[in-house]
């Protein structure tokens, strides 16, 4: 491609709304534009290095037997009415009307899609097992879409869906999905985890992420180094081994104004965070809810979801006002003891084992001291609804865990029966009898995955793309277009890589050098060949962009070095 006639709109300046590198210089590499919130097009070069990752993508989906299709992003109500999920989707979903005032939605997953499309057409349990997937445009009206196209409305995925007879061949399906996405990310050069994953809307009964590490990325991971146990901040279970053999005290108020945080708390009383039974009051599904922790800890806000058994957008914090209505006191004095009647009280169950912990008197600027799980109040008791912390103990061999951060970029499923029991999808076995496919799911964020790339590879000039997902191979610099000895010898080139099958970029524009190395840089090509005053002498300048280091090399030798980085990257001409 000729760069004096390429669509290319690179920016000098950073754009305000954008806070990470990756959504920086994708934007300013002229890759991909903004249309509204959390709306992208991908430009031309961007857009190639989408379609180099998907082809990837299909690759490994078809080694392990899975089949392409497309489905229609365009989905009735009715389908997800049979799965419940119209209504527990939430406001994240798209929906709109036709002419008919009737309902659809765009699809955020196509769980619901593909387990009727099948339902029909697949009877026998000879046909199984089945893997279909596609890659395609979802749609989620994100609450607060960020970070480019990490957290986007409208972003491109692969999802996969596999049909078997029973748990073992799911379990296998499983198994191959999740060997397919670790060649994918191996492939396109990402350094990742696998750690287990909450498995929430989709429901079932386990799944793992792929997180691509990086420093941004909203996703939390705690992982152990003495085993391989790692999980989600979301997954984690937390073991917090507290057992008191102190003697049950008696119940004190105590007048503490204006003392309401954990931390003014442990001023106040000067004793540990630990001694404190700290409260969250929500609002669930319409009720309000109070939750006590041991007061040192978190509150992992998906364990409680989960524990509640509601959708994520029906769990809200309480307003002030809520809270004075249900406690009688202002917030800050929230506690178990004297709730009025009716108000739901869960506690954590390390809670159960404290003794003496400090309590929110239910009265504006009181305190309890001493109050004891049992003995002056009771509720339902919660197992785990701690968020894992650096340093907890790792739930499998007790080392203490790490915590690092990355891009959640696939996902895979076990499913079960959910959706095949509710919509009716059924075979015949080996013995005539009638089952619901065990199913799973599974999903890679395509467009998520050029952003997590360029997290991992890039540097204060610019991007640094993988040979393997560039999106041109080499870019030939014509330092000086006037220069005739220069341009011709820049032709010559242009036209020996290509026809091997390389994909060139000539920067043929009549600009200064200046703004064509910048440019160079901002886009990240990983070859470059840069032709200047030694034309004549039929020499030209090699670099590559990862490492910036200059040789000058014949003009004869170009086609040859080129191929040398080709196979040192493991990739085939
Ligand atoms: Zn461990």
Redesign the pocket.
């Known amino acids: 491609m000729r760069m004096s006639n390429m669509y290319m709109p690179t920016l000098r300046e950073v754009p305000a709304e954008a806070e990470i590198p990756s959504h920086q210089l994708l934007l300013r590499a002229g890759m991909m534009r903004k249309l509204v919130s959390g709306v992208y097009s991908y430009l031309p070069l961007g857009y190639r290095v989408i379609r180099k990752i998907e082809n990837i993508v299909r690759e490994e989906m078809d080694r392990q037997g899975a089949q392409e299709l497309l489905m229609s992003a365009i989905q009735p109500k009715e389908l997800w009415e049979e799965s419940g999920r119209w209504s527990t989707f939430g406001p994240e979903m798209f929906r709109l009307k036709d002419r008919n005032d009737r309902e659809f939605c765009l699809g955020p997953t196509h769980e619901e899609y593909f387990t009727s499309l099948i339902k029909d057409e697949v009877k026998s349990y000879k046909q199984l097992p089945l893997n279909l997937y596609q890659i395609q445009t979802k749609y989620r009206d994100e609450k607060r879409p960020r970070f480019g196209v990490i957290r986007a409305r409208e972003f491109i995925m692969k999802d996969a869906y596999s049909f078997d007879k029973d748990e073992e061949g799911m379990r296998e399906s499983y198994r191959k999905m999740w060997e397919a996405y670790d060649r994918v990310f191996t492939r396109l050069k990402l350094k990742f985890r696998v750690v287990e994953g909450d498995s929430g809307a989709m429901g079932g009964s386990s799944s793992h992420e792929f997180i691509a590490m990086a420093e941004t990325g909203e996703g939390v991971i705690a992982y ?1 180094e ?2 391989d ?1 790692a999980a989600t901040n979301e997954k984690a279970k937390v073991v917090y081994n507290i057992e008191s053999d102190e003697a049950e005290r008696e119940l004190e108020r105590v007048h503490t104004p204006n003392v309401t945080t954990i931390d003014e708390l442990q001023e106040f009383f000067n004793i540990e965070k630990n001694r404190f039974g700290k409260a969250l009051v929500y609002i669930a599904k319409g009720d309000p809810v109070v939750v006590i922790i041991p007061g040192d800890r978190e509150l992992n806000e998906t364990k409680l979801i989960n524990y509640l058994g509601i959708p994520e957008h029906e769990l809200v914090m309480a307003d002030e006002n809520i809270i004075e209505e249900i406690t009688n006191a202002k917030k800050g004095f929230t506690g178990p003891i004297g709730l009025k009647d009716g108000v739901r009280l869960i506690v954590d169950s390390r809670i159960t084992r404290m003794k003496n912990i400090i309590v929110g008197g239910n009265e504006t600027d009181y305190h309890i001291k001493n109050a004891n799980y049992g003995r002056d109040f009771k509720g339902e008791i919660a197992e785990d609804l701690l968020l894992v912390e650096e340093g907890d103990i ?1 739930p ?4 203490p865990l790490k915590m690092d951060r990355g891009i959640e970029v696939g996902n895979i499923f076990q499913l079960g029966t959910k959706y095949s029991s509710s919509l009716n999808a059924k075979f015949l076995d080996e013995d005539g009898k009638e089952k619901p496919f065990i199913m799973g799911s599974y999903g890679i964020g395509v467009s998520r995955t050029v952003a997590a790339i360029v997290e991992q590879y890039h540097d204060e000039n610019g991007i640094i793309w993988p040979l393997v997902v560039a999106p041109y191979h080499v870019i030939i610099t014509v330092v000086n277009s006037n220069n005739e000895e220069q341009s011709q010898l820049g032709e010559k080139l242009y036209s020996e890589l290509i026809n091997e099958g390389i994909e060139v970029m000539l920067d043929d524009r009549n600009e200064r050098a200046g703004v064509k190395f910048n440019d160079r840089d901002l886009i990240g090509i990983p070859i470059r060949i840069t032709v200047g005053k030694k034309a004549g002498e039929n020499i030209v300048e090699y670099s590559l962009r990862k490492d910036n280091e200059k040789i000058e090399i014949s003009a004869d030798k170009v086609l040859e070095k080129v191929k040398e980085e080709f196979k040192k990257e493991g990739l085939k001409l």
């Open positions: 152990c003495a085993c146990y790792c499998k061999c007790g080392a």
